[in-house]
């Protein structure tokens, strides 16, 4: 029987690195959001891409892009003639609802019809 007490022993010593913490949230201006968008909407432009390159999540991007196409503010085809501007939404009690298109406000009754609405606001914006 050996002595296996006074045997040389080799021990491996395992390291892990720290489980990196969530970081906050980054609060992005408005202007750097329309500086962003408005790089996506030129002909050839890779959105993965320029999302990277700012240290941007491609799904963040994405969702502001999707979000000012949608508002109406921008539309693809005449994109790079457009300016893309958010608009900040206060919510407030009231029956009046107030709609604020460039320097155009627009007051309607919550009980408007939305075809009336859509009809006013696409009038609002040719102007």
Same mark, same amino acid.
């Given at each position: 029987?050996? $002595? %296996?007490? !006074?045997?040389?022993?080799?021990?491996?010593? &395992?390291? =892990?690195?720290?489980?990196?913490?969530?970081?906050?949230?980054? $609060? #992005?201006?408005?202007?750097?959001?329309? +500086?962003?968008?408005?790089?996506?909407?030129?002909?050839?432009? !890779?959105? %993965? *891409?320029?999302?990277?390159?700012?240290? &941007? $999540?491609?799904?963040?991007?994405?969702? #502001?892009?999707?979000? =000012? /196409?949608?508002?109406?503010?921008? *539309? &693809?085809?005449? *994109?790079?003639?457009?300016?893309?501007?958010?608009?900040?939404?206060?919510?407030?009690?009231? %029956?009046?609802?107030?709609?604020?298109?460039?320097?155009?406000?627009?007051?309607?009754?919550?009980?408007?019809?939305?075809?009336? /609405?859509?009809?006013? /606001? +696409? =009038?609002?914006?040719? *102007?």
């Amino acid at each position: 029987m050996s $002595d %296996s007490v !006074n045997q040389p022993r080799t021990f491996e010593v &395992l390291t =892990a690195a720290p489980v990196r913490a969530r970081r906050k949230p980054r $609060d #992005w201006p408005d202007e750097e959001k329309e +500086r962003l968008i408005a790089e996506t909407l030129l002909p050839g432009a !890779n959105v %993965s *891409a320029i999302a990277r390159a700012e240290g &941007l $999540d491609p799904s963040q991007l994405y969702g #502001w892009r999707r979000k =000012a /196409l949608s508002s109406g503010m921008v *539309a &693809l085809t005449e *994109a790079a003639k457009e300016e893309v501007k958010f608009a900040r939404v206060e919510p407030v009690a009231s %029956s009046t609802v107030e709609i604020v298109i460039g320097d155009v406000v627009v007051r309607v009754a919550g009980d408007i019809e939305s075809d009336h /609405l859509a009809k006013i /606001l +696409r =009038a609002v914006r040719k *102007a």
